[in-house]
């Protein structure tokens, strides 16, 4: 297992160096120049010669790509232009929101999206198929900020059971905490579920076709033990790729639910540095998401070798 991840890890080495040349592209890409914005309403040319010295703009692109990745491995992202704050200091405030938000979704989705997927692959054809897919197709046609408002107005504005918007961290109230982060993680949820079911009853009708389940029948072992052991454990690869990979959309894609909840998320610091042209942001955002979704393939990598050994090497 070891030897897996040491091999993984090596051959993410060249992913990052790429990423981290489209990363530091993206403030060369984009309009505007930073120096003005920095430098005030006045501009004034002594402030905007000493600001291009000081941030080495006046060297080669090559000079400036490797000063920038020699603070980036030192962990200085830069400094933000809107607020003066760290870009580091900034992203590890903002992305515990997020990672949380994500995970409780991701819970909701598997739990969901899992089971309604193996009992429409066991009743393929019948009424609870057709009923589990119309469910299916309605959560990944249900636009999240519409269902997101419709909830408020169900559980904080008529029940009031929950609060419409606003977040308290864990460190403050793990109730109100749960309570926060509930609706928009059902939101998230309920469209990944429906993602997550379609490929479960795929991948398990598949197996669910294989020799071997046929020769596990034919022994007279148990349905449920058939269905769990032998084909669910066989068709959870699928469903593990495609679980890493919502989990890495929902890093940053989760912009439309944090806006609606109000949260103070990593989506939302996404598009305000976008529309501010905070450069500094936007390029630690964009190499912090590219790190979370090499680390996500790792460890789908490590879950496919547990679930089946076979796989290793």
Not at 11 to 24: C, D, E, K, Q, Y
Not at 285 to 307: E, H, P, R, S, T
């Amino acid at each position: 297992m070891l030897e897996l991840i040491c091999k993984r890890l090596l051959l993410a080495i060249p992913t990052l160096f790429l990423v981290s040349i489209m990363v530091f592209s993206l403030q060369k890409l984009l309009p505007g120049d930073p120096v003005l914005a920095m430098a005030g309403e006045e501009r004034d040319p002594a402030v905007i010669a000493q600001l291009r010295e000081q941030y080495h703009l006046n060297d080669p692109l090559p000079t400036q790509y490797l000063y920038w990745l020699g603070n980036a491995l030192r962990g200085d992202l830069g400094t933000s232009l809107r607020t003066q704050e760290p870009v580091t200091a900034l992203i590890a405030s903002k992305l515990p929101v997020t990672l949380e938000l994500s995970l409780l979704a991701m819970i909701v989705a598997l739990v969901v999206g899992i089971s309604m997927g193996i009992i429409a692959a066991v009743r393929k054809n019948s009424w609870v198929d057709h009923t589990t897919n119309f469910v299916a197709l309605s959560g990944i046609s249900v636009p999240h900020f519409w269902l997101g408002i419709l909830l408020i107005l169900l559980f904080s504005v008529h029940l009031q059971w929950l609060p419409a918007s606003g977040y308290v961290s864990l460190s403050e109230s793990l109730s109100q905490n749960l309570k926060t982060l509930l609706l928009p993680a059902l939101v998230l949820g309920t469209g990944l579920a429906a993602t997550l079911m379609r490929h479960t009853r795929a991948s398990m009708i598949a197996v669910l076709k294989a020799d071997y389940i046929r020769t596990a029948r034919a022994k007279g072992l148990l349905p449920n033990k058939v269905i769990l052991k032998h084909a669910f454990r066989n068709a959870l690869v699928p469903v593990i790729t495609l679980t890493t990979l919502l989990f890495g959309e929902l890093l940053g894609g989760a912009v439309l639910t944090e806006q609606v909840f109000t949260l103070p998320g990593f989506g939302k610091m996404i598009v305000d540095a976008v529309f501010n042209r905070d450069y500094a942001v936007v390029q630690g955002v964009v190499l912090v998401v590219a790190i979370g979704f090499l680390l996500l393939n790792l460890l789908a990598d490590v879950l496919y070798v547990l679930i089946n050994p076979k796989m290793r090497g």
